[in-house]
Structure formats: C-alpha cells, structure tokens
C-alpha cells in the first residue's frame, strides 16, 4: 500500500491507498474545506510533502483543475 503526500498551498494530505497518484488526489481533495486555498499545481510524493521549491523528478505534479474535474467537481465560472 503506497503512502502518498498530497500538497497544494493550503492542502496537505497523507493518503494510504492502494490507488494509484491521480486517483489518490481525486479522493483527497473531497477532504478541502471552505478555508483551504489550492495553487494551480497539485504534489503528489511518496517521501513527503513537496511543492514547486522541492520538488523533483519522483514528484508527481498535477494541474490542480485537472484533478478537480476528474474527481467530479463543477468547475462552472458561474459564466
């Protein structure tokens, strides 16, 4: 089971899962609550967290957008 560190801005998730990165940052972020702030990039490292100053080519780096509307959020702009 993979043990992963899920960082964006405000967001910081330990997540152990037999689930792959992608799908480990889909269920993570439905644990966001109305105080967390995410950056346009997602972590994702099994050696802790990470973001654009640490990271490096085992880290996994996601568009947070990306993420959100794989996981099923509305992305609707209210446009």
């Keep these: 089971m993979a043990k992963y560190y899920i960082k964006s801005n405000t967001l910081e998730i330990i997540y152990s899962t037999h689930k792959g ?3 480990a940052a889909c269920d993570a972020v439905w644990e966001l609550n109305d105080n967390d702030v995410l950056d346009e990039y997602m ?3 099994e050696r ?3 973001d654009y100053t640490n990271a490096d080519k085992h880290t996994k780096v996601y568009k947070s957008e990306n993420i ?6 509305n992305m609707d702009k209210g446009e």
Excluded: H, K, N, V
């Excluded at 959100?68 to 959020?73: E, K, P």
């Design 21 to 23: 990165p992608i799908d």
């Design 68 to 73: 959100l509307i794989q996981a099923g959020w």
């Design 43 to 45: 972590y994702i490292d």
């Design 48 to 50: 802790g967290y990470r």
